[in-house]
């Protein structure tokens, strides 16, 4: 399918998604939030994707909310209107964050407010390091949106959380790691081909024991312990009835890399 503000390339399982709005340091619309989700939709039901990859074309993985296009197709005076656009927009984000299939953020230049919200509600993240990330919303008098409320403390803790909200400072990708908010920085030089080998170890994974862990360790956040006991019970128990669990005991016996079909 053609998109008109995201590119979709699907190859060996793996899918990289990339915003496609360069000239506007891939800020976003609401007919990229439209795009994003129906994309997530497409994904999740083929059964070949066995990892995703979101980043940005150009300079910026992600410049937040195309604010001036915003205006134009919303009317801003509307709360009710603004609402049911946020709502729409969070949903792509809900549906992300729950696809059963590891998501990897590529951050290949700046990723502030929204942009950088959609990278945190990836399963991992990868930072180029003179990558840039902010939560600016206070600066442009607005509050957070697209699950940065969620995502942000649960990452870094509430004081640091706080004081990236409120005060809107930029942090680098080499602090980002440090604090937690991101999986890994690395060197301008290195980010392709660390990403790509990210992306070939889940895609060659087994592919339904991964989805359930990803499940797992969401739920976390809102369970409780004997929840999540009920929980593992049952992927456990799922586990076990994959062709990928018997290929995992057949590789143990014959001292051989396994080799996973993702079923």
């Not at 994309?39 to 001036?68: E, M, P, Q, Y």
């Not at 440090?178 to 920085?185: A, F, T």
Request: with cysteine; aromatic share 8%; charged share 25%.
């Amino acid at each position: 399918m053609n998109y008109e503000t995201i590119i979709l390339e699907i190859k060996d399982g793996k899918a990289r998604v990339t915003l496609n709005r360069p000239e506007r340091y891939n800020a976003m619309t609401l007919k990229m939030f439209d795009e994003l989700d129906q994309v997530c939709r497409l994904l999740r039901d083929d059964d070949g994707v066995r990892v995703v990859v979101i980043t940005g074309r150009g300079r910026a993985f992600c410049s937040g909310a195309d604010l001036h296009d915003l205006a134009e197709e919303l009317n801003v005076n509307d709360s009710s209107a603004v609402r049911q656009a946020l709502k729409k927009a969070g949903q792509a984000i809900y549906n992300w964050y729950g696809l059963e299939k590891p998501v990897i953020a590529a951050i290949n230049g700046a990723a502030v407010g929204g942009g950088l919200n959609l990278a945190l509600m990836c399963d991992l993240t990868i930072a180029r390091e003179d990558a840039v990330l902010a939560q600016i919303y206070t600066q442009r008098s607005l509050s957070l949106d697209l699950g940065g409320t969620y995502f942000l403390p649960r990452l870094v803790g509430m004081a640091r959380a706080k004081q990236m909200a409120l005060l809107g400072d930029a942090v680098s990708a080499m602090e980002a790691q440090r604090i937690g908010l991101i999986s890994k920085w690395v060197p301008v030089d290195q980010f392709e081909a660390v990403v790509e080998e990210w992306a070939d170890r889940l895609a060659k994974g087994a592919s339904k024991a991964i989805g359930m862990v990803k499940t797992g360790l969401n739920q976390s956040e809102v369970m409780d312990l004997g929840a999540m006991l009920e929980y593992e019970a049952y992927s456990m128990a799922m586990s076990f009835q994959t062709r990928d669990f018997s290929e995992a005991l057949a590789a143990f016996r014959e001292k051989r890399e396994a080799v996973f079909t993702g079923k």
